[in-house]
């Protein structure tokens, strides 16, 4: 999570790769001569003078300070701490707003290796498949191993309607897959909500917290509140997080006032810094079940922590992915900036989740493929026999699940009808409009229906 302040006040976790909480400010250092920093101050000054005066080409002064600053923080080996120059300042702004130009993943850095903490749900990076704890290992066949994270996102980024290709290593298969995503304008819809049919369960997904989700969420609970819904499932899985005030906000409106949402500690986790209360009664007070998985992070874990530790609902899934860092962001000139991590937030229960997450009250595995199957996908893939059956196939119906299954045989492709059905009906959910809801195969939604009826 981000906190910001400049000339308003606002909270952002960035969507390209950012995460923990950011308290920003305006800042002007001031060194003292006894301070004994100042001796390599005066040693850095002598190495740039030496640079400027004598290497053999003419230095730019501006990429000379820049890269100097961003190795001495890159020396704090820290992926939540870094300089954002004025594009990279820019970019944060903009993903914020919810609406950028890239292909939809939240990535971070960890030993070395780019790690995948989660697509953003109606991405091309989702609807190709990328999955969380994916290692991203070459961006358009070019080795990224321990490059600086900037570097790597402004690779992933670039033109709309362009192309880049992402080779991923992924766990419990042997070799690695190549996915090609198409660059392109995302706006996102961040709040979907509807009444699951014949339940009388409310349903709202929430896929990243942005400018606007708690207006959003807000109309939903408004309209389950009018149509007499007491019971709510609310769908945290794969949200990688967003704006802090948004999820402070959002847990409000499920809290009765002054329940504490989230603090944040500062260094030795003695110092409580902030706490965050609900501020007003509770806009919904029926019966709540959290989804989340292991995609479910940041200000997904801030609103599953409050509502789970003040006993207001029940978590249903995998672990959440553990992202409870703290930063501060200092503004510095000419829209450029640095963020530092001070600090970690902390449940109500005074639990820190970072590297750790939120194990759910009810732990219920996605329904996944074996490794056997998997290699069978792949050759799907790879060999374009999907591609090509779903650029002629669109409806998910009897024929079309037989007409697939004689494909499956004619190339020797071994899966199971339900495997075959699933893969089917994503492929072709890539192409068309997705459902809110798949009862099908969404075996997570369909016991979370069950246990708040009851049943």
């Not at 994916?134 to 362009?162: A, C, E, F, L, Q």
């Not at 609900?278 to 940041?298: D, H, Q, R, W």
Request: proline share 4%.
């Amino acid at each position: 999570m981000i906190q910001w302040l400049r000339k308003r006040s606002f909270h952002i976790a960035s969507i390209a790769f950012l995460a923990g909480i950011f308290i920003g400010v305006n800042i002007a250092f001031t060194v003292s001569a006894q301070e004994p920093s100042f001796k390599y101050l005066d040693f850095f000054h002598q190495v740039y003078q030496l640079i400027r005066n004598e290497y053999v080409e003419q230095p730019d002064s501006k990429n000379l300070f820049y890269g100097a600053i961003r190795g001495m923080i890159a020396s704090l080996n820290d992926p939540f701490s870094r300089f954002l120059d004025e594009q990279e300042y820019s970019q944060l702004k903009e993903e914020t707003s919810g609406e950028f130009i890239g292909v939809g993943i939240e990535i971070s850095a960890k030993n070395g290796d780019i790690v995948v903490v989660s697509p953003i749900d109606g991405t091309p990076a989702m609807k190709a498949g990328i999955q969380p704890g994916d290692i991203i290992y070459k961006i358009d066949s070019k080795p990224i191993k321990n490059k600086n994270i900037n570097d790597i996102v402004s690779m992933i980024r670039g033109k709309p309607h362009t192309k880049v290709t992402l080779s991923i290593i992924r766990e419990g298969i042997d070799e690695p897959i190549d996915i090609e995503l198409e660059r392109l304008p995302i706006k996102l819809q961040t709040v979907n909500y509807a009444v699951i049919d014949s339940t009388g369960v409310g349903y709202l997904r929430v896929k990243v917290f942005s400018e606007d989700t708690a207006t959003e969420v807000k109309k939903a609970l408004q309209y389950f509140k009018n149509n007499n819904i007491n019971k709510c499932i609310f769908d945290l899985r794969w949200n990688p997080g967003g704006l802090l005030d948004q999820a402070i906000t959002i847990s409000d409106m499920f809290l009765p006032k002054g329940t504490m949402i989230v603090s944040t500690k500062g260094r030795g986790g003695k110092e409580t810094l902030q706490e965050y209360r609900a501020s007003s009664n509770p806009l919904f007070t029926g019966k709540c079940i959290i989804l989340v998985n292991k995609g479910s992070a940041s200000a997904s874990e801030i609103v599953s922590g409050a509502l789970k530790d003040n006993n207001r609902a029940k978590l249903l899934g995998e672990k959440t992915f553990g992202k409870g860092s703290v930063q501060k962001f200092f503004n510095l000139d000419d829209n450029t900036g640095v963020t530092l991590t001070i600090a970690k937030y902390y449940t109500p229960s005074g639990a820190s989740i970072h590297g750790i997450g939120i194990q759910p009250d009810y732990v219920i595995p996605m329904a996944t493929i074996s490794k056997d199957e998997q290699k069978q996908i792949n050759i799907l893939i790879k060999e374009k026999i999907m591609e090509k059956f779903i650029s002629t196939h669109t409806k998910y119906d009897e024929p079309t699940k037989q007409e697939f299954r004689q494909l499956l045989e004619k190339n020797s492709i071994k899966l199971s009808d339900s495997t075959a059905n699933f893969i089917l009906k994503s492929e072709i959910y890539r192409f068309t409009k997705r459902p809110l809801y798949d009862l099908e195969f969404d075996n997570q939604l369909t016991e979370a229906i069950k246990i708040i009826n009851g049943q």
